[in-house]
């Protein structure tokens, strides 16, 4: 694809009340796009749509309304086990490591004539490395164009994409040839393997949730993005569970993060905003069992469900009182449950 469609985003379009195309008779809009065109599209109605939200976004525990340009740099450190960081720097270790120039690594070829063939004119090595640069291209792209409009810094799911490239990349590592760098290179790559299989084992089913342990895991009360990347509802079925067999005849008060409301699930609760309008407009805590989203704990802008096919602004401020408290118990590394005994979170 070319930079020759219509686009919708002010950024792309150049107009902010019209469709066009800013680099229709630029230089760029001459180049090629290492992405495809669906996704291109994508990326131009999702930067349309946060362009009209005015909702601050989060990065370890800093609200801001203008973003990071390092906010996905950060969501890699943090999101991807110890192991496939470290897999990852052992790839381009070897990649740009003196023995690597000088033997390229066999994995990719066209079949035992095209090796013979590529080794007798000696650029096989050359051929490879050429071929793995181009499949930095896309995840590279992408990352820059996330980077530059901080708008996105919503999601750190908007990245996932690049993903697959970096995984066919890493997949160098466990090439046995002579270009290994060191005799102790395969115990390393193996232990990596394992810290990244471990610890996505003891994470599941709460994967969503997922936060490497030197970044700060969530079952260690420590968050360091929000929304989606952390919360999507994925706790209200353990948490309803627990509930039944623990409290069952306790008013429960729900604050989560969904795009639905939990009681077409079946899920019996009450709204804490609307119980604290009825009480004479009061913006304090109900005393009662509140199961409260971390997006909400932390103040993340998000209407609630009301219980009755409604929706209800609330207060970032308005669970402010309970993050000082302890919770009873933690649903999908994403949800808390407290007990407020006196109204206002005490």
Request: net charge positive; glycine share 8%.
């Amino acid at each position: 694809m070319c930079w020759k469609d219509e686009f919708v985003s002010d950024k792309l379009s150049g107009s902010l009340d019209r469709t066009g195309n800013r680099f229709k008779d630029s230089l760029l809009g001459r180049l090629p796009v290492p992405l495809p065109s669906d996704y291109v599209a994508g990326i131009d109605l999702q930067m349309d749509d946060l362009a009209k939200i005015s909702a601050p976004v989060y990065l370890f525990g800093v609200w801001s309304h203008k973003g990071w340009w390092y906010y996905y740099l950060a969501g890699f450190l943090v999101k991807l086990p110890i192991g496939t960081l470290l897999l990852i720097v052992l790839a381009g270790w070897h990649y740009l490591s003196e023995k690597c120039r000088k033997i390229g690594p066999e994995a990719v070829t066209t079949g035992p004539a095209a090796i013979d063939s590529d080794r007798s004119k000696g650029d096989f090595s050359e051929r490879q490395r050429y071929c793995e640069f181009l499949l930095l291209v896309p995840p590279v792209t992408l990352l820059v164009i996330l980077s530059a409009y901080p708008r996105f810094d919503f999601h750190f799911r908007y990245a996932l994409p690049s993903f697959g490239f970096l995984f066919v990349l890493i997949s160098r590592v466990a090439v046995q040839n002579k270009s290994w760098p060191h005799p102790r290179w395969k115990n390393t790559v193996i232990a990596a393997t394992l810290m990244t299989v471990v610890s996505t084992a003891v994470t599941f089913p709460h994967t969503i949730a997922y936060f490497n342990v030197i970044s700060g895991h969530p079952a260690l009360g420590r968050f360091p993005l929000l929304h989606s990347s952390l919360d999507w509802g994925q706790g209200l079925y353990e948490a309803e569970s627990w509930l039944k067999k623990h409290a069952p005849n306790d008013n429960v008060f729900l604050s989560c993060m969904t795009l639905y409301d939990p009681a077409d699930l079946g899920i019996s609760y009450l709204s804490p905003v609307l119980r604290s309008r009825e009480n004479h407009g009061s913006t304090r805590l109900p005393a009662g069992l509140h199961l409260v989203s971390i997006n909400m704990l932390y103040g993340q802008e998000h209407g609630l469900a009301d219980g009755r096919g409604g929706w209800l602004p609330y207060d970032a401020e308005y669970y402010h009182e309970l993050r000082k408290l302890k919770p009873i118990k933690s649903f999908g590394n994403c949800m808390q449950l407290f007990r407020v005994t006196e109204p206002g979170g005490n």
